[in-house]
């Protein structure tokens, strides 16, 4: 959402699809601690599926900064909104490293909550178990992530609380309860080598998983890691969807919604957390992206917002630097 909107309502994407560990803002993924783990791989070592997820966050969105496509204006989501009222479940995707995006999704809690029409947060930050049900408005922040089990939802600490914090405080200070949606890091190692996951999508669909991690990782991924990754993907879209479809089913009420904040890929219509759905669940997608996007997206969603974005960096091309003088690693 344009920075306007948040004004008016009340307001960035590690990995806009695969997003699986907490990183700092792209201007901060050159941090020692992202690229010692890739510089120190091994041939023949097995990666790290945390620590490669986490780097994918920020290849995926390397590029150039192109003209900027017109953005949504803040009457036009104000409209969208309105037109959307009482429906059960709406999703927000977000590009993980786009500040405005953030502001956006704080924005929207705050305007949705100020009409009474928010039932529930669930975030994709936080691990599904975590909770602020048993919170007061007048929590901490410091209360607040403990109860969401923050510093489990991500790398070391957790999803960068100044990123996500302003969202998930204001659900807290409107008495709003908030959720943890993800897959918990325990369940990871074993999602790996589910293969239900493979034909859970459409044929078409479970490529397009397997393209996104290939690239996400600049081709350097080991073919033989694709699926195990892929069913991580799957896995926290399946886990997001219980979460909430329980919350709409404990905490609806008529004329509120579920709110999910999630990476864009997690949301798709076509591939993400409402393909885990009932057919008949009633929900909307919104997919937001940056208007310095080399190209538009086409994302399966029932709104695409182009928000005012902050340009990244060619991740890929700093990768194959660290790696050119060293062997690719083997399965």
């Known amino acids: 959402m344009p920075r306007s909107i948040a004004a008016k309502l009340g307001g960035q994407s590690r990995y806009e699809i695969y997003s699986y560990e907490a990183m700092p803002r792209l201007r901060r993924m050159q941090s020692a601690h992202m690229w010692t783990f890739i510089s120190a791989a091994q041939p023949r070592q097995r990666l790290n599926p945390l620590a490669l997820t986490a780097l994918a966050g920020a290849l995926l969105l390397g590029g150039c900064a192109h003209q900027s496509a017109q953005r949504t204006s803040d009457a036009e989501w104000q409209q969208t ?9 709406i999703l927000l995707g977000e590009q993980h490293d786009q500040i405005a995006h953030h502001q956006w999704e704080a924005a929207t809690v705050r305007h949705l909550a100020a009409q ?15 909770s602020t049900r048993s919170l007061p408005a007048s929590a901490s922040d410091e209360e607040v992530k403990a109860a969401l089990q923050w510093a489990q939802g991500g790398g070391p600490g957790g999803w960068p609380w100044q990123d996500y914090g302003p969202v998930v405080m204001a659900a807290v200070k409107a008495g709003v309860p908030v959720l943890g949606g993800n897959l918990p890091r ?10 239900r996951y493979d034909a859970h999508l ?3 669909g479970w490529q397009s998983q397997l393209d996104a991690i290939k690239d996400g990782h600049c081709g350097l991924l080991p073919e033989s890691q ?8 799957l896995a926290r879209d399946e886990a997001m969807a219980r979460v909430t479809e329980t ?16 990476g864009r890929g997690h949301v798709r219509s076509d591939i993400g957390v409402p393909t885990w759905l009932p057919a008949d669940f009633k929900q909307k997608v919104a997919i937001a992206q940056s208007d310095k996007a080399q190209t538009a997206t086409a994302m399966k969603a029932d709104k695409q917002l182009t928000l005012e974005g902050n340009a990244s960096e060619d991740q890929c091309q700093q990768l194959r630097d660290q790696w050119k003088n060293r062997p690719a690693p083997k399965p």
């Open 81 to 89: 909104l309105g037109q959307w009222a009482g429906t059960p479940l």
């Open 116 to 130: 009474d029409r928010l039932a529930a947060l669930v975030v994709e930050m936080a691990p599904a178990g975590g």
């Open 186 to 195: 325990t369940r990871m190692k074993q999602a790996m080598g589910e293969s």
């Open 202 to 204: 459409p044929a078409a």
């Open 226 to 233: 694709l699926a195990p990754m892929a069913r991580i993907q």
């Open 247 to 262: 919350a709409v089913r404990e905490l609806g009420q008529p004329g509120k919604s579920v709110l999910l904040v999630a």
